[in-house]
């Protein structure tokens, strides 16, 4: 992945809001594990299940521009962590100042797609990058759940410590310079399915073929859609190791893997995410056809 070093990167809406100190977030994991103990970024498969149907995000939330706490006014102009952000030569050599630019892509991307495709207007959601621990708008959140999105705030959140710490670490992912990237891209879809009022769709939780598992696949293969955008942009270009690093992330994050590092068994009835196969398939569909209407998980018969 390289930045156009001459493209303007200061617009992208990211900050970091420090964080620290508050006890682990105690979640019920399949088996009975829980967060702290064990491989915790099993947390990742059910955090976005949890934070949105427990908390009440996956109901009732307002969707596009409902959530104050997501608007661009918010970002801190003097945030010391992004201050010098400011070009594609910044992001070339620092990872703070990537992750400035890839937030730009996705606003320029999502800012022209979702209206040219019939979705409803766009409004960006605001990165958010912590240590620790961090008050949402879905409650208090540790480094321990892993990256997500809070539909309340309309706002994404991640303890950067995650890439090495879990996704590779203990997930055992080939890591890259655009697994990051990937990430990101996941997320950013979960805020264009608040947007289009996707969350409301909800009502199964776990299996194979549960509405919790479309959600995350259809995320997945919006992240694809973005990719190929992003992959010859003006602000950016891929290349094949980039795309090889994304479908390594979202193999390394599937229900199955995740079960099976964690010394379960496969169990397809617990899936909340989608098997690996799954979520690469998903991600690759995005990438090669670049529509909502292929993303469309609720209406798939398979997936």
Known sequence: MRFNPKADISGGRVRDVGGGGGGPMRIPLPGGTRAGGGIGGILIIILFVVLTQCMGGGTGLPSGGGGS???PQGIDSDDERYAN?????DANTDSDCARMGVAASLEDYWATA???QGGPQF??????TFAGGVQTGCGQATSQVGPFYCPADQQIYLDTTFFADVLEGQLGGQGGDFVEPYVLGHEYGHHI????GTMGRV???QGASSDAVRLELQADCYAGMWTQHAEDSELLTLDDADIAEALDSAKAVGDD?????SGQGVNPEGWTHGSSEQRMAWFTRGYEEGTLEACDTFSASSL
Do not use: D, S, Y
């Open 69 to 71: 706490l997501g608007q």
């Open 203 to 205: 009502r199964t939780q």
């Open 85 to 89: 952000c400011r070009t594609g030569a």
């Open 257 to 261: 893997r995740i079960q099976q590092r």
């Open 123 to 128: 409004t960006p959601a605001v990165i958010n």
């Open 193 to 196: 399915q608040n947007l289009m």
């Open 114 to 116: 979702l209206p040219e």
